[in-house]
């Protein structure tokens, strides 16, 4: 699960976890970058108390869940501010980097004439979000000749990952690298590229193994390149409690666990 579900996810009575998409809601992740964690195919909020339904854009069953604004406002994410409250922690001006594997055609830039019918559209128009000031999306050298899909087991997690980075940062740049497979190799190569791309401030990793003692080798993988402004390397730390995932556990990268939170 991504370093953002595990931030909202929730499992016990009252609290706040995330509803599963309708179209996705029947397929499961696994698949490690030996081995990914194994993550359910969610991309809206669901809790028991004040909820919002939402029908599903291929006019399926309806799923019901809290909306961005409530989350913003659990969270205190729509309080954050800087210069004195002179600049909105929007994410304005700032280029989140996501990175997946494989390739998910229902994700589109927001250049492409075929936007207005993409899942990011579909959910700004869900839940009132206006279009990020751009959504690119790249193979993991900068190109547009996608990978393969991987059989669809990954659209899920895409899904979560740009959908909730946008809500949370609605004014932030959206750069989607979708690397060739799920093996390290892939996976550390597209955080790469994309940390070197002007204007990432945030690499988000939802992908992680268990540690080695070789693990160190990789730590300078998840640096800020030269010339570049600063980078934040983000990492989910896993689905399961302790021991956590590598690069969750890189000292360069910054670790996300679960939460649980009482709303409503």
Known sequence: MSWLGRLFQGRKNGAVSLAVDQRKRHACRRGFFE????????????????????TASDGGSSAYGH???????AYGINQISFDGGAVAGSGAGQTIAIIDPYNDPYFVSSGSPSFSGSDLY????DFGLPNPPSFT?????????YPGTGGGGYFGEVALDVEWAHAVAPQANILLVEANTNSSTDLYAAAQF?????????VSM???????NFETSYDTYFTTPS?????????????????????AYSPNVLAVGGDYAEYG
């Open 122 to 125: 579909q959910f700004d128009q």
């Open 206 to 212: 939802s992908y992680g193994s268990a540690e080695t």
């Open 194 to 202: 994309a940390a070197r791309q002007p204007g990432v401030s945030v």
């Open 35 to 54: 081995p990914l964690e194994p993550r359910l195919l969610l991309s809206a909020f669901h809790a028991v108390g004040p909820t919002l339904m939402v």
């Open 227 to 247: 010339g570049h402004t600063g980078v934040t390397f983000v990492a989910s730390t896993g689905d399961n409690g302790s021991p956590g995932y590598y690069p």
């Open 137 to 145: 999306k790249v193979n993991q050298t900068g190109g547009t000749n």
């Open 67 to 73: 909306t961005p604004a409530e989350i913003r406002q």
